[in-house]
């Protein structure tokens, strides 16, 4: 089994900040793209950013700037830096990560369970 963990939502004012922490257990090989996702109520989910297995980043254009993502290969974690946090930035925040669980198999996309974050005062 694998298992995805995101924790550090919560509420925050507006103009704060906020750091999302994932950790991927379970049984693992190893592990190529990691990502940030979130949902904000009545829309779709959406791309925030996504890190590769050597650190090569991209992010939606609107979050360019404010948020940074990153990885701990050793610890099988994904981290996201909110800044300047926006009442629009509230969603729900998932992480993904494609995970290959032996070397005889393919990477298959798993996700976890969400964190909320709302922004605020």
């Known amino acids: 089994q694998v298992q995805l963990v995101e924790s550090g939502g919560g509420l925050v004012q507006p103009g704060g900040s906020l750091r999302l922490s994932c950790a991927a257990s379970?049984?693992?090989?190893?592990?190529?793209?990691m990502g940030w996702y979130r949902q904000a109520p009545g829309k779709q989910r959406e791309l925030v950013a996504r890190i590769a297995s050597r650190g090569t980043t991209n992010y939606s254009d609107s979050l360019k700037g404010r948020f940074t993502i990153s990885r701990d290969n050793a610890k099988n974690m994904v981290y996201l830096r909110m800044n300047s946090l926006e009442p629009e930035d509230t969603a729900v925040y998932y992480c993904n990560a494609d995970i290959r669980k032996d070397s005889g198999s393919y990477y298959d996309t798993y996700w976890g369970q969400g964190t909320q974050v709302t922004v605020s005062s």
């Open positions: 379970g049984s693992i090989f190893s592990i190529s793209a």
